[in-house]
């Protein structure tokens, strides 16, 4: 019954049985004070009095002196509580007394031995005197019955005093104590029935009930917060279901549809109300599908999944990815082609509370699949047709290539040979303009003869089949070095070679562009008295990832950056033939070979300040094993750093 008072009845219940329950302790304690300090108090009056009486009347009682005994006695008059006195002989005579008759007879109180005895309304002492004898005083209660009463009186404002306490405690525990928490349980159940987390209980004060209210304040702010974030987080999963393009489906734990968005009934014909809380995806999906989906599931986790909703769950259960396309029957019949992900719900603890599938039409990506395939087909096609068709015209440029070096080289042939001899005849003499004239005709014979070269050269570079291997790039430069110690044998050259690296690619071909750039390095720094020029690779911190920079640098007449990207096209010159020899076509074949080995060419200069020419190859795979100092698959002979050619910071004149 106690359990379902309420707190203020409680409490009034508890302090009010309190209060009894003092007021009983209380007042039993003082009656029952002052009924076993009654014959205390009693003796405490009773017994100086006796002891005087049997002091002064100790001489009359040994001569039975009646007259002397008698004064003794009535100086107990003075004392208003002493009813009654007397002096008793040993042989039962009454030596003297007061309150009494003279001539009574012995009392039987005088046969009890010592002590006080209490009655209702008065109180005896005897005591034997000391000559022989007893005394009998007898006192009256009323003054010490007064003082029991005044003390109850005083007990009961005392009681009064505690009840006014008791109903002011009352007032205060339901001021400070009751209604807060009756403020904070009337909140509590508006909330649980409601759910109003605008509600807020009034707080005062910084006591325990303040800071449960204060906290309980804190509470509903930070549910209202969560609240408007899940209202806000709902609204927006609801946007984005409505809204998807793709079909988003949720099921249970064991498989029965959860929820169904508007995608998803676009694609499948179903609405929302026929297979939420009733059907499964079995509904729609091809049953032979899902048994041979089965069977394959069982082989790959080495365990058997029956061909129902476990098909779609047992590798998201696992933590795998299920993804892949099936083919789904809508409402009315007709047969789509889908992709279907599946993906597991788990709580905090990591039990799973259902599944989520994202499935899409697939029928417009098959056909364009199939128009893509049907244009692969085509172009397959095409580019056999246009492969055929270049075989056949590289075999046609061949044939021109061999037609221009016969038919072309022949012509010049004669007129090289018929200059000569005309020159040779000792009949005639020629002036000095006849023998400028011809000495013009032979320079223009050459330098035909060393453009066909060069087109031959770079028709060839084109179309030449390269062999990918090894090459030892430092191998290669001692090597192309030594072959232009003929031409540089006079001159006054500071080779710098630096630390070359083995890379992958066509060694004949890298050999050509070394040849030609370290030909243009000694043609434009023939003005030079010291000629420098270096060759090297750029470190791997110097920003080309994966791949290998080379360069040949010079301090010669240089170029104009303004034209920089002209250097590298064929028949492009940046300085005429009175200056220098040249084609044009040397630095084109370096960009051709660099870029049919997969790198790229780039140059830096300045008028009169020197040229730098780099080029770079890729570096996809570490290479397996070094090849020997000394050799290269573009030279297998290299000389030794002699000569033209010197340790970097060496000079060699």
């Given amino acids: ?96 007394s007061f309150g009494r008759a003279p001539d009574a007879g012995p009392q039987p109180l005088s046969e009890k031995p010592d002590g006080i005895y209490l009655g209702s309304n008065a109180a005896q002492l005897l005591q034997g005197l000391p000559k022989g004898g007893r005394l009998r005083i007898s006192m009256g209660l009323e003054q010490l019955n007064a003082q029991t009463h005044q003390a109850m009186w005083v007990f009961g404002a005392g009681m009064l005093v505690l009840l006014v306490a008791t109903l002011v405690q009352m007032a205060v525990l339901r001021r400070t104590i009751v209604r807060p928490i009756a403020s904070l349980t009337e909140a509590t159940e508006r909330v649980r029935a409601r759910a109003d987390y605008m509600h807020r209980i009034p707080v005062a004060g910084t006591d325990e009930l303040a800071r449960l209210g204060q906290s309980f304040n804190a509470m509903l702010d ?30 249970t734990p064991d498989g029965i549809v959860t929820s169904f968005n508007p995608a998803a009934e676009r694609l499948l014909g179903y609405t929302v109300d026929e297979v939420a809380g009733k059907q499964t995806p079995a509904l729609w999906h091809d049953p032979q599908e899902v048994a041979q989906r089965a069977r394959e599931l069982s082989t790959e986790l080495g365990e ?41 719900l788990r709580d905090q603890g990591g039990r799973i509370t259902g599944f989520v599938g994202l499935i899409y039409d697939l029928t417009e990506r098959k056909q364009v699949e199939e128009e893509v395939h049907k244009l692969n087909q085509e172009l397959e096609q095409r580019v056999a047709e246009r492969t055929a068709q270049l075989t056949e015209a590289n075999k046609e440029l061949e044939a021109f290539a061999y037609s221009v070096s016969h038919d072309l080289r022949s012509p010049l042939r004669h007129i090289d040979g018929f200059l000569g001899l005309l020159r040779e005849r000792s009949d005639v003499t ?159 074949n370096v960009h051709r070979v660099i870029s049919r080995n997969g790198g790229t ?40 750093r002699e000569g033209l050619v010197a340790p970097v910071g060496s000079e060699t004149r």
């Fill in 1 to 96: 019954m106690f359990r379902h008072l309420s707190i203020h009845n409680r409490l009034a219940l508890v302090l009010w049985g309190t209060a009894l329950l003092a007021f009983v302790a209380a007042g039993a304690g003082s009656l029952l004070y002052q009924t076993l300090t009654l014959e205390s108090r009693a003796r405490q009056i009773m017994e100086p009095y006796a002891q005087m009486v049997a002091v002064g009347t100790d001489a009359a009682v040994a001569f039975a002196d009646p007259v002397r005994a008698q004064e003794i006695l009535d100086t107990l008059r003075a004392n208003p509580q002493i009813r009654e006195a007397e002096i008793i002989l040993d042989d039962g005579r009454r030596l003297a």
């Fill in 222 to 251: 930070g549910i209202q917060q969560r609240e408007d974030d899940l209202r806000r987080l709902a609204a927006f999963q609801r946007t984005i279901l409505a809204n998807a393009a793709y079909g988003i489906i949720s099921v």
């Fill in 304 to 344: 058997t999944i029956a061909p129902e909703f476990e098909v779609f769950a047992a590798r998201p259960r696992r933590g795998l990815p299920e993804e892949g396309e099936w083919t789904v029957t809508r409402k009315d019949g007709t047969r789509v082609p889908a992709n279907l992900s599946v993906t597991a």
């Fill in 430 to 588: 020629f002036d000095a303009q006849s023998q400028h004239y011809m000495d013009t005709i032979a320079k223009a014979v050459k330098r035909m003869g060393e453009l066909i070269d060069d087109l031959l050269s770079f028709s060839r570079m084109g179309r030449q089949a390269m062999t990918m291997a090894p090459v030892d790039l430092d191998a290669v430069v001692k090597d192309v070095i030594h072959e232009f110690e003929p031409e540089a044998k006079d001159r006054a050259i500071h080779w710098r070679i630096g630390e070359l690296p083995v890379v992958v690619g066509d060694g004949a071909m890298l050999r050509v562009v070394l040849a030609n750039l370290i030909s243009n390095a000694l043609k434009f720094t023939q003005t030079r008295e010291q000629t420098v020029i270096e060759i090297g690779c750029l470190p791997d911190k110097s920003g080309h990832d994966n791949e290998t920079v080379v360069f040949v640098r010079d301090n010669g007449v240089g170029f104009d950056m303004r034209y920089a990207n002209k250097l590298f096209g064929v028949f492009e010159r940046l300085h005429s033939l009175n200056e220098f020899e040249g084609t044009g076509i040397g630095l084109a």
């Fill in 601 to 640: 060419t780039w140059a830096e200069g300045k008028v009169d300040g020197g040229a730098t020419f780099f080029f770079s190859l890729p570096r996809d795979k570490p290479m397996a094993a070094q090849i020997a100092p000394g050799k290269s698959t573009a030279s297998q002979t290299s000389p030794p």
